[in-house]
């Protein structure tokens, strides 16, 4: 027999959840009181140009991701995630906080408290294209990752029957792979492990159930977008490409929307003995049809005359191309190189052969600008020593400036991963976005050893 118990869960903050429909949970998150504070001038007059912290100095702050945009619809509020600690591997069951700062007013406020984050990407909070009033982020119920939405203008939020990673431009649904293996195969982008140190895996059994998940936020339906073996299908390249990923356990990583809302980007990995990445490229339309392996295996894993392989794919605006760090040494190139490509494979060609490439790229929407940061082992590309550099590359003209350096040092002495701990812990990216309309950069760094958020104005630059 039912009883009310049986529609009543927990959220993290300890609230009662009510089940509205299968599936469907209705809570009232608690908020934290709007708090002032001064946002503070970065080395005022030092860089390019003028870059502010815009997080108060009582705890850690990052913001989302490289292609994830923190500011509001209207740019005037930013999104962050208050972390509860550093230094120490994530503990399944603490709390972050999802914060909202007012850029004008210069306030902070907790709008809600989750036990799903991570250190690169925070609570991987979203906000809806079309308004202020939604957030969007993962929480743990039932101790299962599910899409929540925040409601900032009733104060409601809801909590759906699937995962985000990632949220459509229309904001009808949500796609994510299995948060809870994501660990095995690169800490930090998902939710902490439910057995300390020890990541999820999936078994053999696990890749004929398992894949790309696709939660509808009208129906609160959640199913298999592109299953596992439909990637298998599709990979190209050497015999050897389909010989390792036949053999081996595949994981999805990043799966994002282009804006158009017309396809989705997908990463596939596949782990032998849980070891390895040996990742390649799909695209897919946004209902899983035309499934097409964009860049394969053998070419995203070539090594770089000074290291590294193929990073970092991610939508050009104009949701048609890809911009992505490869070593194309099946054009003669030995370096890492920042690179473009269609969703389908084809055009594919070097953005420029005298600026090496490097840690997170995106370009703005005419493609004259490329932004990127670095990570502290390329050395190939300078900046003061300790820091690492904010790059803005003019595309036309072939000519580089730094915006500004940041310390990303939060222990560790500055290396990113201890031997004997698990966990990203020590991993500060800057992860630089541009806002809505390309004058504005957001960007990680913690120079006094606490991670922080911060803005630098190119209004007068670009």
């Known amino acids: 027999m039912m009883t009310r118990s049986t529609f009543i869960q927990k959220t993290s903050a300890g609230l009662s959840a009510m089940m509205i429909a299968p599936g ?127 409601d900032l203008e009733s104060g409601v939020a809801k909590a759906f029957s699937g995962a985000k990673y990632d949220i459509s431009p229309d904001e009808k649904s949500v796609i994510s792979p299995n948060l809870l293996t994501m660990n095995i195969h690169q800490y930090g982008y998902a939710v902490p492990d439910q057995v300390f140190g020890k990541p999820a895996t999936f078994t053999e059994a696990d890749i004929k159930t398992e894949g790309l998940w696709q939660t509808d936020l009208d129906t609160n339906k959640t199913k298999l977008l592109v299953g596992f073996n439909e990637f298998l299908e599709k990979v190209e390249g050497p015999e050897e490409d389909l010989s390792y990923y036949s053999k081996s356990i595949p994981y999805l990583f990043h799966s994002k929307f282009n804006r158009q809302n017309t396809r989705i980007l997908q990463v596939y990995r596949g782990l032998v003995n849980n070891e390895g990445r040996d990742a390649s490229l799909f ?19 070539q090594k770089a005359r000074f290291g590294g392989g193929g990073n970092h794919p991610n939508w050009h605006p104009d949701g048609e191309h890809i911009i992505m760090n490869c070593i194309p040494r099946w054009m003669g190139h030995e370096d890492m190189l920042f690179c473009q490509f269609k969703y389908d494979g084809s055009d594919f060609k070097v953005l420029s052969e005298m600026h090496l490439g490097s840690g997170h790229p995106s370009v703005n929407a005419d493609s004259s600008y490329l932004l990127a940061d670095t990570y502290p082992k390329q050395k190939w590309i300078s900046s003061p020593k300790g820091e690492v550099p904010i790059r803005l590359i003019d595309l036309n003209t072939d000519e580089e400036q730094m915006i500004c350096s940041v310390a990303t040092n939060v222990g560790n002495n500055g290396k990113a991963y201890k031997k004997g701990e698990t966990g990203s812990h020590y991993k500060l990216d800057p992860h630089p976005v541009w806002n809505h309309n390309y004058k504005k950069v957001c960007f990680n760094g913690a120079p006094e050893g606490e991670r922080q958020v911060f803005i630098a104005d190119l209004d007068n630059i670009i």
């Open 24 to 150: 469907l949970w209705s809570f009232v998150p608690k908020k934290g009181t709007k708090r002032s504070y001064k946002f503070r001038a970065y080395r005022p007059g030092r860089f390019l140009a003028p870059v502010t912290c815009v997080t108060p100095d009582d705890g850690f702050y990052v913001h989302t991701f490289y292609d994830v945009v923190p500011w509001s619809p209207d740019q005037k509020l930013l999104t962050v995630t208050k972390l509860p600690y550093q230094g120490k591997t994530p503990i399944w069951g603490d709390t972050a906080e999802v914060c909202v700062i007012d850029l004008e007013n210069e306030t902070i406020q907790t709008v809600y408290e989750t036990k799903a984050w991570s250190f690169q990407l925070g609570a991987n909070v979203q906000w809806g294209t079309t308004s202020n009033r939604y957030l969007y982020c993962n929480d743990l119920i039932d101790d299962r990752p599910v899409c929540v939405r925040i």
């Open 283 to 301: 695209s897919m339309n946004v209902d899983g049809s035309n499934l097409k392996q964009c860049l394969s295996r053998e070419h995203w894993n």
